[in-house]
Structure formats: C-alpha cells, structure tokens
C-alpha cells in the first residue's frame, strides 16, 4: 500500500511541475524569471538539504579563504540561477525567434572553422540547457549526450524542449559509439562534464578535492582524434546570455590511453573550476560533487588490470 501511495504522491508532484511549467510558457519572459527567482529563494530557505550540501561543497571548494556570508551568498545566486534555468527552458523558442539578439550572443565562431568538428564540453554553469539551443541557433549542428532524469514524464518534457531547439539527444549508455558516428559525420558532440558520474569515472580533483569525473569527452575526443573545446554560457544583471567558445584544449597524447584519459579528463575539470571561480554563483552548488564511489573505485582498478 504504501508503494502505490509513493507512486500516486510522484503522480501528484510531477503534474504539479508540468502545469508549473505550463502556466510559465504563458508569461512574458521578464514575469517568468521573477517568479523563477522567488521560487529559488524560497527553496533556499525552507528545504534544508539545498543547504546543508550547498554550505558542505562550498566549505570544501573554499575552506577558509572566503567567509561564511561569502558562501551564503554563492549559494542564494546559485540557487536563483536554477530557478532561472527552470522558467527559461519552456521559452527555448526564443533562441530561433526573430528576437534571439535581445536575449543572446555568441562567441569564439571562428575557432569551429580554425580546428574543424570536435567534442564540446561543459558544465552545469549558467543556462546550460539554452546553451546548446543558442549554439544551433547560430547555425552550427550538435548532438549532446544527457543522462535521462528518473522521472519519465519530466524528462520527456525536458528531452521535447530540447529537440525543439534542435538538439539531436545521444542517451548516455550507448553514448560512445553514437557520438564517434555523429562526429564523423561532421557534427559536434556535447557533453556536460563536471557532475559526479554514476559509472565510467576517473579520478581527478576539482577545487584540489578528490572526486570522480566522468571519461566521455576525454574518451570520445581521444578515439575520434577530434579536439576538445569548452563552451560556457553566463548571464549578466540584465538577463543576457552570452555563450563563449575557447580555443581547444591543448593536448597531445603520449599513451598508454588510459594515461591520456586521466590526464584530459582532468584538464577538462580544471577549466571547468576555472570558470566556477570567475562566477561561482553561475554553478550547481547542490549537486553532491566530491561524493565517495566505492563502485568507481572498484570499477577503476578493474579498468587498470586491462587494457584500453
């Protein structure tokens, strides 16, 4: 009894979101950030867990070199920035309206024709799901490799919003022999690489903590000899989005290839905290990063016995 009531409350909650979402479509975007806002700020306040892993990773990036005020107010604009992602993504169409110059820019164009297709990597820093809508939107093709969310109904409202933009969707369990298909067919492969994989991680650091990151760009780029190029997309006061392609990262690889993963993988990381330090409230604090992976571990000193 109590799992049919689990389900019908899973029911009753993702209906809520869906006419959440349904209801913000409706409104001008300027009223549906303002609501987006106050609702960031009120689950700051009364979910405790948002603060409790916020405050823990935050005390773990930074120690004692920022204060505790410092950190509070990290957390607040990291939460307002995903209560902005979840207004913005049913007004994705704004990205190939007529009007798309008044909500975004985008930047480094020329490095594409320079260093030709490549995997394009980032993380979840400002509105990483219009990120890629404004990269079609300026005439290039992607394809991005996701992990579906556990919620059916949610994330076939997410992947529909996404398609909407254009993006092709490579599912994550057979995310490696799609994405070498589609780079070879002369289109980019994106990935957002800084959360804490569930399987195929190395181990690297990020804010000089020990954690886990997942191989895909390293691995995808290493095999299709294709160059890595980080992307990143950030918001100024005014609500503008401007989207920055960076040279790739330079790399050579010395082999064995599991050497060159470790060793791309966390350079990819490193430029991924280096963003984070520039504007840290752009980031998802409250994602558990540095969490222990005993599977990992396990996983990884398997992977060493054989070879790549």
Excluded at 5 to 18: M, Q
Excluded at 111 to 133: D, K, M, P, Q
Excluded at 200 to 212: A, E, I, L, S
């Amino acid at each position: 009894m109590a799992r049919e009531r689990n389900r019908l409350i899973d029911w009753c909650l993702t209906s809520a979101i869906l006419s959440y979402f349904t209801v913000i479509k409706l409104l001008p975007l300027s009223v549906a950030r303002q609501i987006g806002k106050w609702g960031a700020l009120f689950a700051y306040y009364t979910l405790p867990r948002v603060r409790k892993i916020g405050m823990g990773n935050l005390n773990l990036a930074y120690g004692d070199t920022i204060s505790m005020k410092e950190k509070k107010a990290i957390l607040k604009e990291s939460m307002v920035n995903l209560g902005l992602i979840g207004v913005e993504l049913p007004h994705n169409e704004l990205l190939h309206s007529d009007k798309r110059d008044q909500y975004c820019q985008v930047l480094g164009e020329e490095l594409l024709e320079e260093h030709g297709t490549g995997v394009i990597f980032s993380g979840h820093y400002g509105n990483w799901e219009w990120g890629f809508g404004m990269f079609l939107g300026a005439g290039h093709d992607a394809a991005g490799i996701v992990r579906p969310l556990r919620n059916e109904r949610l994330n076939a409202y997410i992947e529909k919003n996404r398609k909407k933009s254009g993006v092709q969707i490579i599912g994550k369990r057979a995310a490696a022999a799609e994405a070498l298909r589609v780079l070879r067919k002369g289109t980019h492969v994106g990935i957002l690489a800084d959360q804490s994989p569930r399987r195929n991680g190395v181990p690297t650091t990020f804010f000089g903590q020990p954690c886990w990151s997942t191989i895909g760009p390293a691995m995808i780029a290493l095999r299709a000899k294709k160059p890595v190029y980080p992307m990143f997309i950030t918001r100024d006061e005014k609500g503008f989005y401007t989207l920055e392609l960076y040279p790739p990262i330079p790399f050579e690889p010395t082999g064995p290839l599991k050497n060159d993963i470790i060793t791309l993988t966390q350079k990819c990381q490193d430029v991924v905290e280096e963003h984070v330090r520039k504007k840290p409230g752009h980031w998802m604090w409250i994602h558990d990063r540095w969490k222990k992976q005993r599977r990992l571990e396990q996983e990884w000193e398997d992977r060493l016995k054989e070879k790549l």
